[in-house]
């Protein structure tokens, strides 16, 4: 509609320069008639104008309103375009936590495996250590073990197994750490431990005997 009366307004505007352009016929020499068609092609053109202010102003509302909502539309974008940002933020954030807390934890695993390592060649040299220096004990027969003639001698253990069983006993049952003394236990070798400070014997029971807490 719009374009209709903007057409119109154009050819209303082409007839008006070439109606000025020319000299008019004089429809009448009558001042009345003349004013009263004067008038009347105001009316008309009065008309048109108001029909194209209309137009216009309804045209402009409505761009208005698309604005507006183009507006609101904007605002939303950029606030769901703020909060994607922060949420990337955070991603972000957490996908580097989680990388230094893997990293950390290789490192951790890393130093795990070389300890475990590490303690089994202590383990190894322990043991050769203590079967070259301290073997077992001679199988035959203990005096001080025998409680009859005839009777066989008890079987010796040795100084590894010795400290097997004190650092088992340690683990198992830390709150009573006391092994009980027999006959398979040879007296050297636990006083060998009882002066280098390994062991400790039970200060009630002569008999029992437990491990240094080194730990």
């Known amino acids: 509609q719009l374009s ?12 008006c320069h070439a109606w000025q352009a020319r000299d ?3 429809i009448s020499t009558n001042p ?4 009263e068609l004067g008038k009347e092609e105001l009316q008309k053109v ?3 104008l108001e029909m194209v ?7 402009n509302s409505r761009l208005d309103e698309n604005l507006e909502r183009e507006k609101q539309w904007y605002e939303e974008q950029k606030q769901m375009l703020d909060t994607l940002k922060k949420i990337e933020e955070m991603a972000n954030a957490r996908v580097e936590q989680s990388y230094n807390k893997n990293r950390e934890l290789d490192e951790l695993k890393n130093k795990i495996l070389k300890l475990k390592a590490y303690k089994k060649e202590l383990l ?14 001679g199988n035959g027969e203990n005096p001080e073990n025998k409680k009859s003639v005839g009777e066989p001698a008890v079987e010796l253990i040795t100084m590894k197994e010795i400290l097997e069983i004190l650092i088992n006993k340690l683990r198992s049952t830390p709150h009573e750490p006391y092994i009980i003394i027999d006959e398979s236990f040879w007296p050297p070798y636990i006083e060998l431990l009882l002066r280098c400070g390994i062991a400790l014997r039970h200060p009630e ?3 029992r005997l437990r491990l240094q807490a080194f730990h």
């Open 4 to 15: 209709l009366l903007m057409q119109q307004w154009r050819a209303l505007t082409v007839d």
């Open 24 to 26: 008019p016929e004089l």
């Open 32 to 35: 009345q008639v003349l004013l």
């Open 46 to 48: 009065k008309k048109n």
């Open 53 to 59: 202010l209309s137009t216009v102003q309804s045209e």
């Open 124 to 137: 190894n040299a322990l043991s050769e250590f203590l079967d070259t220096h301290f073997p077992q004990p």
């Open 205 to 207: 029971d002569p008999d």
